[in-house]
């Protein structure tokens, strides 16, 4: 089992900048794939970004490519997304999300096998 917290949501202004951070407890934290998906108001949960065990490899969203960096700390167990430029349309909530490193780095939802409870960022216009 992998549990994971993310915290540094909040709110503020178009063109601000915020960073989300995941700590994972349970199973080793450098097996996994990790990856960073939001769901805004009313539509689905959308993939954002996500980042391979070795750190070797990363993955985005069009939609925040240039303007969002994943990145991780392996020796402290920490996944993390800074979000720069930020705009109204990145309003959503956000969560980390896991899977084992023997599968390949992937964008699909149904791939994650563990979820964090997810953490608001609102982005005033």
């Known amino acids: 089992q992998v549990q994971l917290v993310e915290s540094g949501g909040g709110l503020v202004q178009a063109g601000g900048s915020l960073r989300l951070s995941c700590t994972a407890s349970?199973?080793?934290?450098?097996?996994?794939?990790m990856a960073w998906f939001r769901q805004a108001p009313g539509k689905e949960r959308e993939f954002v970004a996500a980042?391979?065990?070795?750190?070797?490899?990363?993955r985005y969203a069009d939609s925040v490519k240039g303007r969002f960096t994943i990145s991780r700390d392996n020796a402290k167990n920490t996944l993390y997304l800074q979000m720069n430029s930020l705009k109204p349309e990145d309003t959503a909530v956000y969560y980390c999300a896991a899977r084992a490193a023997s599968a390949e780095l992937t964008v699909a939802e149904w791939a994650y096998n563990y979820w964090g409870q997810g953490t608001q960022v609102t982005v005033s216009s």
């Open positions: 349970g199973r080793a934290f450098s097996s996994m794939h």
């Open positions: 980042i391979r065990w070795s750190v070797d490899a990363t």
